[in-house]
């Protein structure tokens, strides 16, 4: 659980380090994406972005909750949920089982329900029993509920990755490394850091709030790099032919 943790924070300290001047995480954490990636409900997500724990909940509440989730958010490509009956049949189980574990369990509430002030009034959990803590356990081996949730990870993911039952904070941590490498890729290429971070989508935006001293300095800006940049191109092809000649 701490590990998970260290994980996310890290990854979040990386994120604040790559957030170009003037932008918050707010501009490039999506909370709607990271709930769709990772199955942790909205009002989960902003918590743990905060730095806050996330509600206690069942092993078994959690995994439910995260077929239903993707049911609905990993659909086929006519826009159509998939029916149970096709998940069941992909690891060879009936309709009627998954149907009865899934309706089962979809009276629990769920985490996303109670309030942050109700939450902060929870005991933590690491203090509560482990059967009531969101801790990652993995079923029972070789019990129903193993083979259900490998199956339904292997209909949609292609094999079992314990996406299902992960924790809260590995799961929003895995979500995050897409923008996380998305932000190096933007520190590494000058020229993807100047449409991002610096944003000439941010400076057209903006345009109209510049002065027209302003404005004419960025645009002179921008056409100075332009003209460096076709003068070096012109540079190079022209050394290129008079080698090409002096053959």
Excluded: C
């Amino acid at each position: 659980m701490r590990e998970t943790r260290r994980a996310l924070a890290e990854t979040l300290s990386r994120i604040d380090s790559l957030i170009g001047d003037g932008q918050s995480r707010d501009d490039v954490l999506d909370v709607e994406h990271l709930s769709n990636e990772s199955g942790v409900p909205r009002d989960v997500v902003r918590m743990l972005l905060d730095g806050e724990e996330p509600p206690a909940e069942d092993i078994t509440d959690r995994i439910v909750r995260r077929i239903v989730h993707l049911r609905e958010t990993r659909l086929r490509p006519d826009g159509t949920r998939h029916s149970y009956d096709e998940i069941a049949a992909s690891y060879g189980a009936s309709r009627a089982s998954l149907s009865n574990l899934v309706n089962s369990r979809r009276k629990t509430p769920s985490p996303q329900t109670p309030s942050r002030q109700a939450l902060s009034q929870q005991v933590p959990s690491e203090q509560v029993p482990s059967q009531q803590t969101g801790e990652r356990r993995p079923a029972r081996s070789g019990g129903p509920l193993a083979s259900t949730q490998a199956g339904i990870e292997t209909f949609f993911f292609g094999q079992p990755n314990g996406w299902l039952s992960a924790e809260p904070q590995a799961s929003l941590d895995n979500a995050l490394q897409s923008v996380l490498h998305g932000l190096e890729g933007e520190a590494a290429d000058p020229m993807a850091r100047l449409r991002g971070t610096h944003g000439l989508r941010q400076l057209a935006a903006r345009a109209p709030q510049l002065a027209e001293e302003e404005l004419q300095l960025v645009t002179d800006w921008i056409d100075t790099i332009l003209q460096r940049r076709n003068a070096q191109r012109v540079r190079g092809s022209g050394s290129d032919s008079t080698h090409t000649e002096g053959r």
